[in-house]
T-cell receptor, first 113, second 113 residues
Framework: AQSVTQLDSHVSVSEGTPVLLRCNYSSSYSPSLFWYVQHPNKGLQLLLKYTSAATLVKGINGFEAEFKKSETSFHLTKPSAHMSDAAEYFCVVSPPAGNKLTFGGGTRVLVKP | NAGVTQTPKFQVLKTGQSMTLQCAQDMNHNSMYWYRQDPGMGLRLIYYSASEGTTDKGEVPNGYNVSRLNKREFSLRLESAAPSQTSVYFC????????????FGDGTRLSIL
């Protein structure tokens, strides 16, 4: 069984300041973990994925995430927010074999000028 | 550069009407999925098709049927629509194998009155 909890439903940041989106997971095996972004009225786009190689994963648009097994966390960060980062972000877990994804509830990011 | 295409983009139905949502992918992916997205709940898997000729239930299959018409196309049918099925529906596809990211369409926004 697997589950994902995104600890913040909404995050508000000022443009140029760091962004932190928190994600904890529960899994009975070594999972694959993903972050997806969804802009308004669009589908989901892959930001990055963790698949048991490096624990620090770099993604598109300056995002990165760190896998911490001891804390069962996979938090997403970006050093400097841009207005275009305003979107909803989903943390997702997948079993090592197969592709049935389990989604967190999402974090909506607001970027203030 | 189409990726995953969903039709229609918007639809309003009356309770009891039937409707088929269409999905097609041009990436030669083996696996396809249907999700629904409701506020605060992330995406939940309705049905999936691991390969052409096979379909399986996901987390919330009640009230839906699917057809994997060929490798490219995977349709979702509501036989007798209910207000509880008001949602945004996403189709996704992926290559066979572990840790493969899913590619999403832009969604169908369905309202049932």
């Amino acid at each position: 069984a697997q589950s994902v909890t995104q600890l913040d439903s909404h995050v508000s940041v000022s443009e140029g300041t760091p962004v932190l989106l928190r994600c904890n997971y529960s899994s009975s095996y070594s999972p694959s973990l993903f972050w997806y972004v969804q802009h308004p009225n669009k589908g989901l786009q892959l930001l990055l994925k963790y698949t048991s190689a490096a624990t620090l994963v770099k993604g598109i648009n300056g995002f990165e995430a760190e896998f911490k097994k001891s804390e069962t966390s996979f938090h997403l960060t970006k050093p400097s927010a841009h207005m275009s980062d305003a979107a909803e972000y989903f943390c997702v877990v997948s079993p090592p074999a197969g592709n049935k994804l389990t989604f967190g509830g999402g974090t909506r990011v607001l970027v203030k000028p | 550069n189409a990726g995953v295409t969903q039709t229609p983009k918007f639809q309003v139905l009356k309770t009891g009407q039937s409707m088929t949502l269409q999905c097609a992918q041009d990436m030669n992916h083996n696996s396809m999925y249907w999700y629904r997205q409701d506020p605060g709940m992330g995406l939940r898997l309705i049905y999936y098709s691991a390969s052409e000729g096979t379909t399986d239930k996901g987390e919330v299959p009640n009230g839906y049927n699917v057809s994997r018409l060929n490798k490219r196309e995977f349709s979702l049918r509501l036989e007798s629509a209910a207000p509880s099925q008001t949602s945004v529906y996403f189709c996704a596809s992926t290559r066979t194998g572990s840790n493969q990211p899913q590619h999403f369409g832009d969604g169908t926004r369905l309202s049932i009155l």
